[in-house]
């Protein structure tokens, strides 16, 4: 029998959640719809194509939601034990992934990595 996938979202050395601070920085209208993507990847197992999906770098894919003119974008993987990890999360302005949004999300992960523990 196949186990469920499981969304984790990164916690900071702070202690915040980055996605889940975005998440609920929006209106109520987006929050319902960026939380049915994240249960549409999580339903697909952590892969979808494109347009829902993207590859950046490495493991790290970015989930594509559109809402009207806002573009909504969240950085994250999958990882053993059919984890899904949210990284990072913020509104696409521009044509091509801004690079310190990448980073951010290589920093989330590179991090993530050293204290994984935290999400067993």
Known sequence: MKKEYRVYYYINEKGVEPVKEYIYN???KERVKIFSFIDF???SEG???EPYSKHIKGKI???RIDFFKNRH???YFTFTGEKII???AFTKKTEKTPQKEIDK???NYNNFLINKEKYD
């Open 73 to 75: 974008r969240i950085m």
């Open 86 to 88: 949210l990284l990072s």
């Open 41 to 43: 990847l999580q339903k």
């Open 61 to 63: 894919r970015e989930l």
């Open 47 to 49: 892969y979808l194509d």
């Open 26 to 28: 929006q209106s109520i």
């Open 105 to 107: 999300a290589i920093d």
